[in-house]
Structure formats: C-alpha cells, structure tokens
C-alpha cells in the first residue's frame, strides 16, 4: 500500500505543475460526480466513526485504511483538476487543506523527533503493513493496532469477522512478550482459548501462554 501512495500523490502533484499553465480541468459533469463520490466517502467514514466507538469495524487490516485515503486523494484531485466555475470559496477552502497538508509535512518532517513522530503517527494510523496481523483465518484475527508514537507494547486486539463487519474483543489480560506462532482453539459456550508459542520465553512447546477469551454476545 504504502508504495502505491508513493507513486499516486507524487503523481497527482506532478500532473498538476504540467497541466497548470494550461489550466487543464474536469467537465463540469466529471466534477460533480467525483464530488458526490468524494462526500459519499465522507458520510461514510462518519458512520465508521461512530460505529468504532462501539468497536465495530469493516472487515479486513486494510478496508477502512483503503477508504481513508480514497478520501484523501479524492480531495486532492478535485482541488487539482476540479471544475472550478462550480466551486464554492468555502469548497475550494476544503480540498486545498487536504491538498496542501501533504506539501506542509515536507519541511516538517525534517525536524528532528518532532517531525519523525509525526510522520510514524501517520503512517501507524492510516497505511500500516502486514506485520501488525498476528494471526487470521475465517473467523478471527489477532493485530496489534497503533496506539501512537512510543507507546508501549501491548498484546495484539482480538477481531471477531461477522459478514461484513468485524466486532473488537476487549483487551486481553497477559503479560505479552511476542510469539512466534498462535493457535485459537474454540471450546464452545462463547469461549476461544488462544496459545501463544514464544521460543525465546519457554524452550518447552508443549506449554504456550494460554488466555481463555469469553467472546460478546
């Protein structure tokens, strides 16, 4: 993901410095539907947004991270290539703050800490990368979800899939030190047991750390 990002804003900024003496732009109709499209996605982040709140997510690592930035660039484009006649100062206003954010973190992320936090901060919550998912099959997934910059190391979130959305256990209560492999044993009446194999922490595989998880109804 992260190197799809890489090669599409830095387009999108090229594109423009090309196409800007031309003043190339979207037909009015091309404009508004990427509008529309673009405040489809906003209505629904909102949505995601309350539903988080109840720990309920799209399902997959990379669904609402995808969305995000859909979101995003979306914004960009319109500023960039949009059909100016038909936009407001105040429309015009928005787009530019997701257009110019990224050329502002360019100076900012040269600072020293400051600016390497910043943009560890970004990249925790909104790209990510594979290594943050423990373990996944049909039905669960375990990941360590970013918490923000130097926070402290915590054991990985429990996802239960259902369709289309997935629900997030509550934090697990162990003393967490890595694994090098996960096994999830269902036993029925709500409850999973989950067993982590740690080498480094016990030379004797037959006895993983185990948690037993009372899944929510």
Do not use: C
């Amino acid at each position: 993901m992260l190197t799809i990002l890489l090669i599409t804003i830095p387009g999108l900024y090229l594109l423009f410095l090309l196409t800007r003496k031309t003043k190339w732009a979207f037909d009015a109709r091309t404009s508004r539907t990427l509008r529309i499209f673009h405040f489809g996605i906003l209505a629904l982040l909102i949505l995601l947004s309350f539903l988080a709140k109840n720990n309920i997510y799209l399902r997959g690592y990379w669904t609402t991270k995808i969305i995000i930035w859909i979101f995003l660039i979306t914004a960009i484009i319109l500023f960039a290539f949009g059909h100016r006649p038909r936009q407001r100062k105040t429309e015009r206003l928005y787009y530019g703050v997701f257009f110019y954010t990224p050329l502002v973190l360019i100076p900012i992320s040269f600072i020293p800490f400051f600016g390497s936090a910043i943009l560890l901060t970004i990249y925790g919550f909104t790209i990510g990368d594979s290594s943050a998912i423990n373990y996944a099959d049909s039905k669960y997934r375990l990941q360590h979800t970013y918490r923000g910059f130097l926070a402290p190391a915590t054991a990985p979130d429990l996802f239960i899939k259902s369709g289309l959305l997935e629900h997030k256990e509550d934090p697990l209560t162990i003393h967490y030190y890595g694994s090098d492999s996960i096994k999830i044993n269902e036993l029925g009446g709500n409850k999973i047991e989950i067993e982590f194999y740690n080498k480094e922490q016990s030379i004797d595989q037959e006895n993983p750390i185990k948690v037993i998880v009372e899944l929510d109804d």
